[in-house]
């Protein structure tokens, strides 16, 4: 009720409740453009615009879905509409193959690592390779729609998240022993 | 995202959406700041419209009152003028005449007698209208060598069809009438000036259109599947209810509105020569299209129906017979009848998924606006105008169009009316 009342504050254009729904949503929504951009000024210029955008188009939200997930729907097409203007998507970056799923990968061990060093990982992963693990593994969308976002063949998001799975877990199960060494 | 992916998520993509799910990282102060400096000059704008159409208001004031109280004032002081120039005419001519049995009615050789006084009191024929909208003045004298008529004549000479017969001037339209001379000896004609008939009332058809938009700026969200509108504050069936669980987003920016089309049935009241009132009932349909940017094939449409009730003051500049020249503005207020959302994604795989949604749209679209018209009178009563004209829609939390987008608009409107 309470978020219901804030968005028709908000229709209405008053400064007081923007500066609360951005209060409310700019710690999480800051989170998910980081993860596809890994750069804070970047990511904060993101921010900014997703939010801007929701301002002036809050009318436009009917009100019938969950409103969390059309605040966040605006940011990730905010950040693809940045990626694909900087053609980050199409950058070919040489990386290590890795060999083999690690299917017995022990994710009580991975509770060790906090979500921000889990971020930092995803962070490191090569642009295109982040953008579909975010998109399939994070945000829920199938390879036939990432395919059609990102303009590629579905059987290339498939690929790329295969691969960004497999960089990923080594990297947190390396991440692992380290922290037990210590 | 909550929604269920189609593909299975496997253990390691499950568990790190769990943990980053609710993650959260702290935000620069500056990033808020930067925010709501950019949104305040959205508001400046808005108070620029503000300013804008007030003053707009103002200047359609003057221009409906000032002509008007000018006008009023020559006419009060014109008819003290004509008034003093009747009387002393009359009693020159009875001067002059200085015969005349009260029964006897005026002869031709009488005529003779007083044209030369005449034709002084043609020298000095006042030209305006009294204050009663009725004045007598001195007739021009007619031709006497020609043999035309005199300026004296029979009352019993002179048929209805004479009377009648009037001529039109300034919009003016002067008859021949009869008076007697103070002491009763001799009657003369006199054009009787009359403001040419007003029509009180005129209804109108009208068609009009507005200037088209290309290529604006205008995001909409679309989303493959079960995904209702984010058109708007509309109404949308149960069945879309399931959006978030399994839609994706695509922004189709691309927008391409087409010129809006308007009809409507007007009712125009005349007030005095000069003002009238005019309302009535107007139908406008809105479309717009959408694409998806980057070589997206997907589209979206949108159609919007309209009903609304304008109000407008008219002051007509120039009012005659034939044509009349006027200057609108007032405002109108629009009740969205139906909104037809009908979007086409397609997916790399070439599949296709269409998905029409209708629903009824909240709330009431206000506006201003201001023309300028000409009107033509064709036959009898039907005239037929044109009227270009400028508006403004306010920001009412419509569904998105070219009123959206942009709410300043240039159209042109054209029609028939009818006097009665």
């Known amino acids: 009720m309470n978020e219901k009342l804030l968005i028709a504050r908000c229709k209405r254009g008053e400064s007081q409740a923007y500066r609360e729904l951005y209060e409310l949503y700019a710690p999480a929504m800051m989170s998910v453009c980081m993860r596809y951009v890994n750069n804070k000024e970047t990511a904060q210029d993101l921010l900014q615009e997703g939010f801007i955008k929701i301002f002036t188009k809050i009318d436009t939200y009917s009100e019938t879905g969950a409103f969390s997930g059309w605040i966040r729907r605006i940011f990730v097409t905010t950040a693809l509409q940045y990626l694909r203007s900087n053609d980050a998507l199409k950058q070919s970056v040489d990386i290590e193959e890795c060999e083999g799923y690690i299917n017995d990968m022990d994710f009580s061990a991975l509770d060790q690592i906090s979500a921000d060093e889990l971020m930092a990982s995803i962070a490191e992963l090569p642009e295109g390779y982040r953008t579909v693990f975010n998109l399939f593994a994070l ?3 199938s390879h036939s729609e990432i395919a059609e976002m990102l303009g590629v063949k579905e059987s290339t998001s498939r690929s790329q998240f295969v691969r960004a799975k497999k960089i990923l877990q080594k990297r947190l199960e390396s991440l692992v022993i380290v922290k037990e060494t210590k | 995202m909550t929604g269920d992916n189609k593909e299975q998520l496997d253990r390691f993509s499950e568990y790190m959406r769990q943990r980053l799910d609710d993650h959260q990282m702290k935000v620069d102060d500056s990033c808020w700041n930067n925010i709501e400096s950019r949104l305040k000059p959205a508001k400046r704008k808005n108070l620029r419209w503000i300013v804008f159409s007030a003053a707009a208001a103002v200047v359609l004031l003057l221009l409906l009152v000032v002509p008007y109280i000018s006008d009023t004032s020559k006419i009060e002081e014109m008819a003290q003028v004509t008034g003093k120039a009747e009387v002393h005419e009359i009693e020159d001519i009875s001067e002059t005449l200085n015969v005349t049995p009260p029964e006897s009615k005026p002869q031709e050789n009488d005529a003779a007698t007083a044209t030369p006084l005449l034709h002084k009191s043609k020298e000095k024929q006042p030209d305006a209208v009294s204050k009663n909208s009725s004045s007598i003045v001195s007739a021009p004298i007619p031709d006497i060598e020609r043999g035309n008529d005199v300026g004296v004549v029979d009352k019993s000479d002179v048929t209805d069809n004479d009377i009648d017969s009037g001529i039109e001037e300034n919009g003016v339209e002067k008859k021949y009438e009869y008076v007697d001379l103070p002491d009763n000896s001799s009657k003369i004609p006199v054009f009787r000036m009359e403001k040419a008939k007003q029509n009180n009332w005129e209804l109108g058809l009208s068609v009009g259109s ?3 938009e290309n290529d604006i700026d205008s995001e909409i969200y679309a989303y493959a599947s ?15 209810l399931g959006w978030q669980e399994s839609s994706i987003a695509e922004n189709l920016s ?6 809006p089309l308007s009809f409507g049935i007007t009712v125009r009241k005349n007030i005095s020569n000069r003002i009238a009132l005019e309302s009535g009932l107007v139908y406008t349909y809105l479309s717009s299209k959408f694409k998806g940017v980057g070589g997206s094939r997907s589209s979206a449409k949108s159609e919007l129906h309209y009903l609304g009730v304008p109000l407008n003051a008219v002051f007509y500049l120039y009012n005659q017979k034939k044509w009349n020249v006027y200057l609108a503005g007032g405002g109108m207020v629009e009740k969205g009848l139906r909104l037809k959302y009908s979007q086409n994604m397609v997916f790399s795989n070439n599949k296709g998924e269409s998905t029409s949604v209708k629903s009824s749209v909240d709330g009431l679209q206000w506006s201003v606006n201001v023309s300028a018209g000409v009107a033509y009178r064709v036959y009898g009563g039907w005239n037929i105008y044109v009227e270009p004209k400028l508006s403004y ?22 029609g028939i009316k009818y006097d009665f």
């Open chain 2, 226 to 240: 079960k995904y209702s509108p984010s058109l708007a504050n509309g109404k949308v069936e149960d069945s879309y």
């Open chain 2, 393 to 414: 829609f306010f920001d009412n939390n419509q569904p998105i169009s070219i009123r959206t987008d942009n709410p300043f608009s240039v159209g042109l409107g054209a």
């Open chain 2, 254 to 259: 691309d927008a391409t509105h087409n010129a």
């Open chain 1, 139 to 141: 945000e829920g969308y």
């Open chain 2, 210 to 212: 507005t200037r088209n």
